[in-house]
């Protein structure tokens, strides 16, 4: 017969239940780690999807809206708010628009269902272009006089306009080769870089709806521009004969720029005046996505020459959803 063994000490068992304790706190351990893996993983590949489906579908916009513009020119050479492409497009299921053609599957798909698309296109000549303050290397005396006077219509300070215009003249001293222009500051591509030759943010902020920044000059059109602009761009009126031109065109958009000036009954300086016109080259195009809180926008400036329309510049960025739904279309 085999002897009865002989029972463990308490010490032996603690030690055993502490070693499965251990055992399956490491289990676990290696479970959740490897669960939160998983879940980081599905959730970037969630995100690049979510990105590159996005992309695609700004791009298209793009492409939707260049052709608007193409078929635009082929109507005529005058550009007026009352034309197809200065329609904003209003927040719209991406499926409404899937749904058009017959052949995608993907109209049906519940993601479409959840993604909604907007956007519109802004005449960029209708502001005035901060890049016309400097030709040829020096100060434009006349695009200043114009600046001056949308200074003074918003109580901004002139010390900031002459700031501007002298950082401006020594930023394109850059693109000559000029050895003393290792200190100038960097040409301002976007409205908001303007805060780079010397503007407060206050003076960016109260300029932004008035002006723009363009790589070439360009006049500004009559039948796009705000009662401020074309009372800054035309000198000799008041800001009633600018609102009396803008009431005007709504009726009926200008041909020439002698019916703006017979209607005032100004001086023939006004119709030659080079800063004006009733065409425009440079759009600016807005298209944003809306999945859930996420809101993406894309801006495209476009330059069109006859029936050809090329991109000159993109930018994308995360637009917050509170400042998104303030938001308001643009003129």
């Known amino acids: 017969m085999t002897a009865p063994r002989p029972p463990q000490p308490a010490r032996q068992r603690g030690a055993a239940l502490l070693a499965a304790m251990l055992t399956v706190t490491l289990v676990a351990?290696?479970?959740?780690?490897?669960?939160?893996?998983?879940?980081?993983?599905?959730?970037?590949?969630?995100?690049?999807?979510?990105?590159?489906?996005?992309?695609?579908?700004?791009?298209?916009?793009?492409?939707?809206?260049?052709?608007?513009?193409?078929e635009d020119a082929r109507a005529g050479t005058i550009d007026h708010l009352g034309e197809p492409w200065a329609v904003p497009l209003q927040e719209a299921r991406l499926s409404t628009f899937l749904a058009a053609d017959t052949n995608n599957n993907a109209a049906t798909d519940s993601d479409a269902e959840n993604v909604f698309l907007s956007g519109n296109i802004i005449d960029q000549q209708s502001f005035l272009n901060v890049a016309n303050l400097v030709e040829a290397g020096k100060i434009s005396e006349g695009d200043l006089r114009a600046f001056a006077r949308l200074f003074e219509l918003l109580s901004l300070p002139?010390?900031?306009?002459?700031?501007?215009?002298?950082?401006?003249?020594?930023?394109?001293?850059?693109?000559?080769?000029?050895?003393?222009?290792?200190?100038?500051?960097?040409?301002?591509?976007?409205?908001?870089?303007?805060?780079?030759?010397?503007?407060?943010?206050?003076?960016?902020?109260?300029?932004?709806?008035?002006?723009?920044?363009?790589?070439?000059?360009?006049?500004?059109?009559?039948?796009?521009?705000?009662?401020?602009v074309i009372y800054a761009a035309v000198g000799g009126i008041s800001m009633s004969q600018a609102q009396r031109l803008v009431a005007e065109r709504e009726r009926d958009p200008f041909r020439d720029l002698g019916a703006a000036r017979r209607l005032l009954a100004l001086t023939d300086s006004f119709?030659?005046?080079?800063?004006?016109?009733?065409?425009?080259?440079?759009?600016?195009?807005?298209?944003?996505?809306?999945?859930?809180?996420?809101?993406?926008?894309?801006?495209?400036?476009?330059?069109?020459?006859?029936?050809e329309v090329k991109t000159v510049s993109r930018e994308r960025g995360v637009v917050d959803p509170a400042a998104f739904a303030r938001a308001t279309p643009a003129r």
Request: cysteine-free; proline content about 5%.
């Open 29 to 70: 351990t290696f479970a959740s780690a490897a669960l939160w893996q998983q879940w980081r993983s599905v959730e970037v590949e969630t995100a690049e999807r979510a990105r590159t489906q996005s992309s695609w579908v700004l791009t298209g916009a793009l492409d939707w809206a260049r052709l608007i513009l193409r």
């Open 271 to 307: 119709q030659a005046n080079s800063q004006m016109g009733m065409g425009s080259t440079f759009f600016e195009v807005r298209g944003r996505i809306r999945l859930g809180d996420s809101v993406l926008e894309e801006r495209s400036l476009v330059r069109r020459n006859g029936a």
């Open 158 to 228: 002139p010390a900031e306009l002459d700031k501007l215009a002298e950082n401006l003249r020594r930023a394109e001293e850059i693109a000559t080769d000029n050895p003393g222009a290792s200190q100038a500051p960097l040409p301002p591509q976007r409205v908001e870089q303007l805060a780079w030759l010397g503007l407060s943010e206050a003076t960016v902020a109260a300029l932004r709806p008035y002006v723009t920044v363009l790589p070439e000059r360009r006049p500004i059109n009559i039948n796009t521009a705000g009662a401020e």
